[in-house]
Structures are given as C-alpha cells and as structure tokens.
C-alpha cells in the first residue's frame, strides 16, 4: 500500500461550461477556490456540453482568437469531457480522483460513478483509480448519510450578502434558476425557497 503522502490526488470540477469569456470568470473563480482549499491536489475543470466544447475547441485552432484573447486560459481553449479527463489523470498517475459536480441542483435522485465513466476505456481506468462523486450545492434526493436538507440550510445561510443588500435597498429578492422537467429538481427548489424564507423572513423571496 502506498504512502498517503505520496499519494497524487486529483479533483475533477464538473461543469455544463460556457461560451461567452464574461461568464468564464465565475467558473475559474471555483476552480481557484478549490486550488486554494486543496493545494496538494490536482484540479482540473471539464464541460459536459458537446457544444460549447466544439466552440472552444474552434477558437483554440483560430490564431486570431488566440491572440485577441490572452487572458481565456488554455484549460479552457482546449476544454475535454469528463471521460477525457479521467483517462488522462489516471495515465499521469492519479491514485484518487473526486469528480464534483459544479450544478446547484441534481437531475436524478443519486449521480453513479458510472455516468462520469460509462465508456469502456473509462471503466478500465476507474479500476485502477479510487474515484468519488461529490454532491450537487442542493444535494441529492435519497441520500441517507446526507441528507439534502442540511445541504439546503448551509446553501440558504450562505445568501445573507445578497439578504443584506436587499434589506438595505427594501427591494425584493428574485433567484432565477435554468429548470428542467424533472420532479426532483422542483421540489429542492421548492425546499430551497422555504428555507430561505424561514431564515430570512423579513425579505421578499421569489423564485
């Protein structure tokens, strides 16, 4: 067995991505809250969305691109899909890999290993990995040893900056999110607009 120490971790940050470089900034800012909060672990970003990774893949191969946009960096320019990712850590030598999902809301009631593994060279490589998967921010339906509820209280108690400003300004408070048609999902949200309400409840909450 190996020594713990001289173990090489890695986190896989699973995001739906994003074509438009404005919006790159909030995505990056969690990769380097996770560099930050795991320093000894390798963190690498992934987009789930064929499209805006054939955008990016496009604009890598354009030298004007590159040239006019210094500041996208190159993890993005030459983004990959999770299985990608997985087989590339494993062949630099990861031993335990955490794939997190970055959505605020799950679309099934639990996330398998294998959705993130599901191809046959992927599976290979997962056998010779430890390999996690971390929870959605609202966290996931029927979960025993976390139950979503605490997940949403931490969620709703980490909004008191945009309570604040709302209280000062005596507005409104309106959260938009992107839905599907999913039950699941609308009843976290449901939960989620609850909670805050009930530890905020001075504010006018929609969402």
């Given amino acids: 067995m190996s020594n713990p120490s001289q173990q090489k971790n ?16 909030g995505l990056l800012q969690i990769r380097e809250r996770f560099i930050l909060r795991f320093p000894r672990s390798v963190v690498r970003v992934v987009f789930t969305s064929r499209i805006i990774r054939k955008i990016w893949q496009d604009r890598s191969a354009d030298p004007y691109y590159r040239e006019t946009h210094p500041a996208v960096p190159e993890e993005i320019l030459c983004i990959t899909k999770p299985a990608e990712a997985i087989l590339e850590l494993r062949d630099s030598g990861t031993d335990a890999l ?6 605020i809301a ?6 398998p290993i294998e959705k ?6 992927v599976k290979a490589a ?8 971390g929870r959605p921010a609202l966290g996931l339906l029927e979960n025993s040893n976390y139950p979503f509820q605490d997940d949403i209280k931490a969620v709703a108690g980490s909004l008191l900056q945009d309570i604040e400003r709302v209280r000062q300004e005596k ?16 009843r976290i949200y449901q939960d989620l607009l609850m909670e805050i309400r009930y530890q905020y409840p001075d504010v006018r909450m929609y969402m």
């Fill in 116 to 121: 993130y593994t599901g191809e046959m060279p």
């Fill in 106 to 111: 799950p679309t099934v009631k639990e996330i």
């Fill in 171 to 186: 507005s409104a408070l309106f959260y938009l999110g992107h839905g599907n048609t999913e039950p699941e999902t609308e």
């Fill in 126 to 133: 997962a056998k010779s990995q430890r390999i996690a998967v």
């Fill in 10 to 25: 890695a986190i896989l940050l699973v995001m739906f991505g994003t074509s438009v470089e404005e919006g790159l900034s």
């Fill in 98 to 103: 955490v794939i997190q999902p970055v959505h």
